[in-house]
Nanobody, 119 residues
Framework: QVQLVESGGGSVQAGGSLRLSCAASGSTDSIRLMGWFRQAPGKEREGVAAIYTNSGTPYYDDSVKGRFTISQDNAKNTLDLRMNSLKPEDTAMYYC????????????WGRGTQVTVSS
């Protein structure tokens, strides 16, 4: 069993920055992949970024490449998403997720943290 808790959401103006954090607890050694997803009103949930916990290899959606950076601290069981040059279209509920395998199941989810970007 793994528990995930997000923090760091808030409201910023376009061009601003935010840093989201996810704290993992429980059987964290079972996690192979962690990621961030987001869902805006009226839209489906989409993947933002992911990182393999053993290698640190990151993956990004095209919409955030060059602006967002995903990172981890395995010793502290935390996951960060540093968001720069934010755009109004980045407004969404952001969720932290963890997978015991390779992105096929996404077994664990946090409750989300809201990010609002105004023009």
């Amino acid at each position: 069993q793994v528990q995930l808790v997000e923090s760091g959401g808030g409201s910023v103006q376009a061009g601003g920055s935010l840093r989201l954090s996810c704290a993992a607890s429980g059987s964290t050694d079972s996690i192979r992949l962690m990621g961030w997803f987001r869902q805006a009103p009226g839209k489906e949930r989409e993947g933002v970024a992911a990182i393999y916990t053993n290698s640190g290899t990151p993956y990004y959606d095209d919409s955030v490449k060059g602006r967002f950076t995903i990172s981890q601290d395995n010793a502290k069981n935390t996951l960060d998403l540093r968001m720069n040059s934010l755009k109004p279209e980045d407004t969404a509920m952001y969720y932290c997720a963890a997978d015991r395998r390779c992105g096929t199941s996404w077994n664990y989810w946090g409750r989300g943290t809201q990010v609002t970007v105004s023009s």
